[in-house]
């Protein structure tokens, strides 16, 4: 159940990010996962894809990064890193 609530809350960072920037999709989202985050890869994945259903992120690439740093100050935290949103329609 946690996964899906992170997930939804990436989804809509991403996709206002998206919105922001005038394009109409992301092709690809990053996220890095703390170590102490107790997040399963595998199930943040398919969380992300339903939460992402219908949104600018739907067809964005998830690509996940890990951390084993216990002692850094996101140790616990998952963290939107980058969204690279397709070229603005012109």
């Known amino acids: 159940m ?3 609530s992170v997930a ?3 989804v809509q960072q991403a996709s206002e990010i998206v919105l922001r920037s005038g394009a109409d999709h992301a092709v690809s989202v990053g996220v890095t996962l703390g170590g102490l985050c107790g997040l399963s890869a595998p199930h943040l994945r398919s969380q992300f894809a339903a939460a992402a259903e219908g949104t600018p992120i739907e067809d964005a690439l998830l ?3 890990f951390t084993d740093e216990t ?3 996101e140790a616990q935290d998952v963290v939107l ?3 690279e949103v397709a070229d603005p329609p012109t």
Do not use: F, I, K
């Open 2 to 4: 946690h996964e899906r």
């Open 81 to 83: 890193t980058h969204v």
């Open 63 to 65: 690509e996940l990064s």
């Open 8 to 10: 939804s809350q990436l």
């Open 71 to 73: 002692l850094n100050a």
